[in-house]
Nanobody
């Protein structure tokens, strides 16, 4: 099973930026970023196809977040700009071996999560 290690979370003021990284032990079909705030379900943020770089975003982050990948490093990034307090959550990366979806239940492997806190 693919192993995923996330990094880059932290505390930032509203309007600030953070970049999350997710290093994978091997490439699969694609990768996704999800987030989960206390009391909420895990929700889709963005995904990317390893081969063609095709991306998808949740409406709530379009224009503010950018997902990218470095195939040489087997690493996916999530650049988060113009952060808002409602972006506060634990962010998870996940690997998909078959096709890219927005549903967390279809992903095959998960990282440990990294906390992102945006203060107002």
């Amino acid at each position: 099973q693919v192993q995923l290690v996330e990094s880059g979370g932290g505390l930032v003021q509203a309007g600030g930026s953070l970049r999350l990284s997710c290093a994978a032990s091997r490439r699969t079909y694609g990768m996704g970023w999800f987030r989960q705030a206390p009391g909420n379900e895990r929700e889709f943020v963005a995904n990317i196809n390893w081969n063609n770089g095709r991306t998808g975003y949740a409406d709530s982050v379009k224009g503010r977040f950018t997902i990218s990948r470095d195939n040489a490093k087997n690493t996916v990034y999530l650049q988060m700009n113009s952060l808002k307090p409602e972006d506060t959550a634990v962010y998870y990366c996940a690997a998909e071996t078959s096709w890219l979806t927005t549903k967390p239940g279809t992903y095959d492997a998960w990282g440990q999560g990294t906390q992102v806190t945006v203060s107002s």
